[in-house]
């Protein structure tokens, strides 16, 4: 009860923080005669998205010739990858969904265009599975992993926008550090058609989770670890603060 407690607590300060940048930014924006303004609408597309199993689209409309508005939503689907795990190419099927709102504010003195910074707010949810295959005292073993990360946070990019004939979009944003407050775990199930693990079997499991987590940076000495050598089953779990950055592309068409 107390960790959905703190959880909807950091979602209100999210919401208070993008409700006082808004609230700022629209001050701000009084400062410009914007009478006769011709409000311009922006729609994009983000490919890096595919990558992590959703199709990321999203929408920019300007304020004032020096401010605007952006949601971008992911769209989950199924996407398979590859990844390395003790030397092997593994499959892995993740698909993912967001939801990022945010208030630009530009440099330059043309609509939609320029150097920008950029606070905002945004949700994630992740989910992937797999059979991982790697060896337990010189046997092999494959393991069913389900893995699931849900999260939110609040961050402020830098990016420059760039407009070709003042009708296509290039966006980059090329530093964006953000905070979360996040929550993941995995379950992993050695599915051979071996005897339960013995106590080896389990403290090799064991270690080898923990030497994956060490490349995690911040938080990787802080996630909880649990085997069931009966279940033949490592599981992992973490919940409080991660940090993150965003940096990308998105191509669109202005209106």
Not at 74 to 90: A, E, H, I, S
Not at 98 to 126: C, D
Request: glycine share 10%.
């Amino acid at each position: 009860m107390r960790l959905k407690e703190n959880h909807i607590m950091n979602v209100r300060l999210l919401v208070l923080c993008l409700f006082t940048t808004v609230i700022s930014g629209s001050a701000t924006s009084q400062d410009y005669n914007t009478d006769g303004y011709d409000k311009k609408l922006g729609v994009k597309f983000a490919p890096a998205g595919i990558g992590f199993g959703k199709l990321t689209f999203g929408g920019e409309y300007s304020l004032t010739p020096h401010s605007s508005v952006t949601l971008i939503a992911g769209v989950p689907f199924n996407k398979t990858q590859t990844v390395k795990y003790d030397n092997r190419d593994n499959d892995i099927t993740m698909r993912s969904k967001s939801l990022m709102a945010g208030y630009r504010l530009y440099t330059g003195k043309q609509t939609m265009r320029g150097f920008y910074i950029e606070p905002y707010v945004k949700y994630l949810k992740h989910e992937g599975n797999g059979l991982i295959y790697t060896d337990l005292q010189g046997q092999e073993a494959i393991f069913d992993t389900k893995e699931n990360y849900e999260g939110v946070g609040v961050g402020a990019q830098l990016g420059v926008q760039f407009l070709i004939a003042k009708l296509v979009i290039l966006d980059f944003y090329f530093l964006g550090p953000e905070a979360n407050s996040a929550k993941f775990n995995t379950v992993s199930r050695d599915i051979t058609n071996n005897l339960g693990w013995d106590l080896a079997d389990a403290a090799e499991a064991e270690k080898d989770i923990r030497d994956a987590l060490e490349d995690i940076p911040v938080i990787g000495g802080k996630v909880g670890v649990k085997v069931d050598k009966d279940k033949k089953t490592v599981s992992t779990n973490y919940s409080g603060f991660m940090p993150g950055v965003r940096f990308g592309l998105s191509v669109g068409i202005r209106f």
